[in-house]
Structures are given as C-alpha cells and as structure tokens.
C-alpha cells in the first residue's frame, strides 16, 4: 500500500512528538482517528439501548 502524505503536515507533527519515526506517529494518528469514529459510534447509541442495574449496588466494595 503506498500512502502520499502532506510533507509540511508530517514535518510539523514530527517536531511536536516524542516518536521515533514517521511510522509511530503515522500509526498513533491512525488509533487516534479509530477512537474517534468508535466514540462516535458508541455516542449514536444513546437512548437506543435499556439499562438495567442498580448503581448503588455497583458502587459497594
């Protein structure tokens, strides 16, 4: 697979993180942008799904 990537973009965000390499800060962008779309799935659910529990008896330990 052959990616072409904005050089000033990857530049800017080299200088600006710890990694070791364009593939760390290539991959850690990649799991970023997946947590996003998965929260934001995650979000549409609301009010679809029933609840049932008792968060009093969740909290004692």
Not at 31 to 51: D, H, M, P, Q, V
């Amino acid at each position: 697979m052959k990616v072409t990537v904005d050089e000033k973009l990857l530049a800017e965000i080299l200088q600006r993180t710890d990694a070791k390499n364009v593939q760390e800060d290539v991959e850690a962008a990649l799991k970023a942008y997946l947590r996003k779309i998965k929260l934001n799935e995650l979000s549409n659910l609301r009010g679809k799904i029933t609840w049932e529990g008792n968060l009093d008896e969740m909290r004692e330990y």
